[in-house]
């Protein structure tokens, strides 16, 4: 349960123990995920259709929960689960057939008709489309609309906590460091937690 000291002592472990941090640090390993994936992201939606005001601020979506599978950076095969609720998605993804116990995870925002993870790369795009006073009204919205967020991670947790699993993601930017922190997600060393006990409440 929350409060208890396990989410600290297995965050740790695992940066400790981990083959993804064998020959690097988890800081520089988190370094160069951000300048990598970053970079890819904001190349990818450059040739996303111009941003209306219509499909920035469209009706929100449903429920929703869908597996999905794709070619990695390096040609890997991934298998993901993404759950979906308004104007918030969270997704875990791991190679397919692996038996390991250990997820990547993303929280998404809708913009639009495509998801987008980066806080830099969604300003960006608003901004050069719609203008400065379109981005902080998507901000307010992102931000008033945290219980569906949290519904996402609490369906997150839930299959994390099915076979005791735990996902792990480097941190994207000081403003998902925000986020995370009053979602009250284990942070370690620049990667954010998910562990299966881990639930938010409906406030």
Known sequence: MRGDGYSEKKAVEILQTDCLFRYESPENVAEHERQYNID?????????DMLTE??????????????????GAEGASIKAIRWDLSYWGVM??????SKNKKWDWQIDCHVGETYCVA?????????SD???????????RQWDDLRSLKWCLNEVCTHLGK????ALSWVTSPSSQRLIEKLKIRVEREWA??????YWGRD
Not at 40 to 48: E, L
Not at 55 to 63: E, G, H, I, Y
Not at 163 to 166: E, L, R, T
Request: proline share 5%.
């Open 92 to 97: 875990l993804m791991k190679e397919s057939g």
């Open 40 to 48: 890819r992201w904001t190349k990818q939606i450059q040739y996303r």
């Open 54 to 71: 219509e499909m920035l601020f469209c009706p929100p979506r449903k429920r929703d929960r869908n597996k999905v599978s794709y070619t």
């Open 193 to 198: 937690f998910l562990f299966g006990h881990y």
């Open 130 to 140: 719609l203008w400065e006073n379109a981005y902080e009204r998507f901000k307010k």
């Open 163 to 166: 076979d005791n699993s735990v």
């Open 119 to 127: 806080p830099t790369v969604i300003r960006k795009r608003i901004v």
